[in-house]
């Protein structure tokens, strides 16, 4: 119980403690522990942590109430059998799970050396102390399987079985058992044990006899072989006496036999020694085994020991009289007296260990109540300046109402163009990194750049200024309006902690929680694993360091699209912080990124385009995963000739969505028809470069993360509920330049990512994939044949051009005048 009121204290404490920080930003922190990955990871500065309180801190570990190292705890107690019924005796049941674990303690690791490791156990006969080794143990094993059990006048040494079996029958019954009851079967894991033993040393014996068998052999072979070489040098001495063909052929042979006994010698050595490295392990088993079993005797001695003590207290309180007082050799009963000491001494340690948790306790309550008295404060004073700020704003509006109620005659610069510029100039503030200390008391500011480094408010045009800062307000107000109902982040947090001890995998509760949107600090996690999931193809058939190769190869050869994309590394995103200046951190990563992909890609090089899927990569990827990010795009997600010169799957998905535009909206497609206003030149883009540049940022990285995971299809749903989004406003205009200027701009003012989701996933719905690839197999076909069409046009034009007769006669005016 105290283990789990300090657990439950702890929390309290990280929970309290996190109230604490401060966030000034417009959205959530990310955590620094799940959030590593991408340029937007180094933008976590915006975090204010107030320092622990060290008196605190130290209190509270002086004050810890710490565990006994023995003991169970947490998940390990939880799955311990449940404790017997109590037994009507008067002694605390702490005194007893005391003695157990003094008990156990002196046989556990490291608790002692040599003898201090050895446990006594008395016998339920004449309560005779045993003090068993090792060896003696294992030739009573040895000899349990061929002899009977020992008489009964031999009572110095029970044999392990008998030992094992009174303990289990005792804990079976709760009761000493008698000598009879001992001798039962031993437990099936003593007995496999044993079993174990016995096999490994009758194999360690026949591999002894093997070895010498072999060194026999070995040595009788050797003799051959010297009496051998004797035999031929004695031969070749009388060779030059001239000796017969036939003996000669003998020695021949005698050497041939020779060769063959000393390869063989060798092979048999060999063996020799792997039958010897065999014994060395068989014996490093055995030595094991028998440590084991050892371990397993001294565990059931002292628990044999503790239940035999708590029988005798069981029979002491019972019959009033020592049940041992008639055995020789047993110790002297506790007295009454020792046993109320030894209550009375538990219970003072229990509430000794009571008062240091209340200690702890209030100390802590102490700390809490203190920092919720200062956060009352600091908001106390927040207030105050928010509504002082509200009292001027209200007292500036009133002077301007008054000074514009009369007519000014002069065209000078009265009083009401001052206040008129002051409240401008204070609308347009936003907040900077020079007062930090002053931000804590001021209302929040529009931050100059949002989590993802684009900037919030323009420098120059004082117009977008304003536009731009109301809708950073909606931005903030649609946000605060979120966070009042059941965050996406606990749900996300509740799904990473479902999936701790296994892998991410397709789920219809991952594609629901993707399509709501990504928190912030989960997004580099799970982009990197949709990028994972698409090219696990790719990747298998590479080898490693397959980016830095292509990266090595394009920066020490030049390829024709490396010019190209030096000219748009500036005007990626030049919006954004990271892109913003030749030495900003992002542009040096987009350049490898995009050089390693023409090199990979030699049919598509670079096109203008990929510059922007890859920053947007970037921002939550690092470099080899934004580039595989890429090939997942280009490659797997989109059709063929997306991305080439003739962008040729780029103009087949403009057909599908008019005709998507047809069936899904139908009114609205009609207006545009009748007033002849071509919408694919705006949504060109949207496809190309999945809706950068053209959405606000919010709701442009949760289209990206439906895409990641669903692919293009999500393009063909956002871009239409778009279209349904403001789709009375446009049907409101009725002619073709109204319209058209609208439609350059108006996705920019849509800013409910949520109601434009729940258009796109839900209102649109029946959305198959198989018919959008069957409009496009069919709309390919057709663009093909045009294409075809334009390029026949085009060489007969050539054609006619240079076997014109007039050609070469045309001369300019300066050259007539001359």
């Not at 009083?415 to 204070?426: K, T």
């Not at 595989?628 to 003739?646: A, H």
Request: hydrophobic residues 35%; negative net charge.
């Amino acid at each position: 119980m105290t283990y789990w009121l300090q657990e439950l204290q702890q929390k309290r404490w990280e929970y309290c403690s996190g109230l604490d920080m401060v966030k000034w930003d417009s959205r959530a922190s990310p955590t620094p522990g799940d959030f590593s990955k991408g340029l937007v990871a180094r933008d976590n500065s915006d975090v204010i942590c107030p320092h622990p309180d060290a008196s605190a801190e130290e209190a509270r570990n002086v004050l810890a109430v710490e565990a006994a190292p023995g003991e169970l705890v947490g998940e390990a107690a939880a799955h311990q059998p449940a404790p017997g019924h109590p037994n009507p005796v008067n002694f605390s049941f702490k005194q007893w799970g005391a003695e157990l674990k003094n008990s156990m303690s002196s046989f556990r690791p490291g608790r002692g050396h040599g003898d201090s490791r050895k446990s006594v156990f008395y016998t339920n006969e004449e309560w005779e102390l045993l003090d068993p080794n090792l060896k003696d143990l294992e030739e009573s094993m040895a000899q349990e399987e061929r002899k009977k059990p020992a008489p009964e006048g031999n009572k110095g040494k029970r044999p392990l079985k008998d030992m094992i079996g009174s303990y289990r029958n005792r804990h079976v019954s709760g009761e000493p058992s008698a000598d009879g009851a001992s001798a039962g079967g031993a437990p099936k894991p003593s007995a496999e044990l044993q079993l174990q033993v016995q096999s490994q040393q009758e194999e360690l014996a026949r591999l002894r006899k093997d070895l010498s068998s072999q060194k026999e052999l070995v040595r009788l072979l050797q003799q051959t072989v010297r009496s051998s070489q004797y035999d031929k040098y004695f031969a070749s001495s009388r060779l030059s006496e001239g000796v017969p063909e036939d003996a000669l052929g003998l020695l021949h042979r005698k050497d041939d036999q020779i060769l063959g006994l000393s390869g063989q010698l060798e092979r048999l050595s060999l063996e020799r020694d792997g039958l010897q490295q065999e014994a060395r392990t068989l014996k490093g088993k055995v030595g094991e085994l028998s440590e084991q079993l050892g371990m397993l005797v001294e565990t059931i001695q002292a628990k044999d020991e503790v239940i035999m003590k708590l029988s005798r207290r069981l029979s002491e309180g019972a019959d009033g009289t020592p049940s041992a007082a008639g055995v020789p050799g047993s110790p002297a009963p506790a007295s009454r007296e020792q046993l109320e000491l030894d209550r009375l001494k538990d219970n003072l340690q229990g509430y000794k260990t009571q008062n240091k948790f209340l200690n702890k306790e209030i100390l802590e309550l102490s700390a809490l109540r203190r920092n919720a008295e200062r956060r009352e404060r600091d908001l106390m004073a927040k207030y105050s300046s928010l509504e002082a700020k509200l009292c001027q704003i209200e007292s500036k509006y009133l002077i301007l109402l008054q000074e514009m109620k009369t007519p000014v005659c002069s065209e000078g610069r009265g009083p009401s163009r001052d206040v008129i510029a002051q409240l401008l100039e204070d609308a347009l503030q936003v907040e900077g990194p020079e007062q930090p200390e002053q931000a804590f008391v001021k209302p929040h500011l529009v931050s100059e750049y949002d989590i993802y480094g684009f900037r919030t408010v323009p420098e120059d045009d004082e117009e977008e200024k304003l536009v731009a800062k109301v809708r950073a307000l909606d931005l903030k107000t649609l946000y605060l309006t979120e966070n009042q109902e059941v965050s996406t982040g606990v749900k996300w947090e509740n799904y990473f902690a479902s999936t701790m001890n296994r892998e991410m995998a397709c789920s219809p509760e991952l594609k629901s929680l993707i399509r709501a949107g990504i928190p912030h600090e989960h997004r580099s996690k799970v982009w990197k694993w949709c990028v994972d999931l698409h090219t696990r193809k790719f990747k298998d058939s590479t080898k490693p360091g397959y980016f830095q190769t292509l990266l090595q190869k394009a920066l020490e050869k030049q390829n024709p699209a490396s010019k190209q994309i030096e000219l748009d590394l500036l005007r990626t995103l030049p919006n954004n912080k990271h892109y913003s200046c030749p030495t900003s951190e992002g542009v040096q990563k987009l350049r490898n990124v995009l050089l390693a992909f023409s090199w990979r890609n030699p049919d598509i090089g670079y096109c203008q385009g990929l510059n922007r899927l890859v920053a947007v990569a970037l921002l939550y990827l690092e470099q080899e995963d934004a580039f595989w990010c890429l090939v997942t795009i280009v490659e797997v997600f989109m059709p063929r000739d997306y991305y080439t010169k003739t962008l040729l799957g780029s103009q087949v998905d403009q057909r599908v969505f008019r005709d998507l535009m047809s069936e899904k909206l139908p009114r609205l497609h009609a207006h545009l028809e009748q007033h002849s206003v071509d919408y694919t030149l705006i949504t060109f883009n949207w496809f190309l470069v999945v809706f950068v540049d053209s959405v606000v940022s919010d709701i442009l990285f949760k289209i990206w993360d439906s895409f990641l995971y669903e692919g293009p299809k999500v393009i063909f749903r956002f871009a239409l509920a778009l279209f349904k989004y403001k789709e009375e406003e446009i049907l409101k205009l009725q002619d073709s330049m109204s319209i058209f200027k609208y439609l350059r701009y108006f996705t920019r003012t849509i800013l409910d990512a949520r109601k434009l989701t729940s258009i796109s996933f839900g209102d649109l719905n029946p959305f198959p994939l198989r018919q959008i690839r069957n409009r496009r197999a069919y709309h390919l076909e057709k663009v093909r044949l045009e294409l075809t069409e334009l390029e026949a046009i085009r060489e007969d034009f050539l054609r006619e051009r240079d076997t014109s007769p007039d050609k070469g006669e045309l001369v300019s005016d300066e050259e007539e005048d001359t």
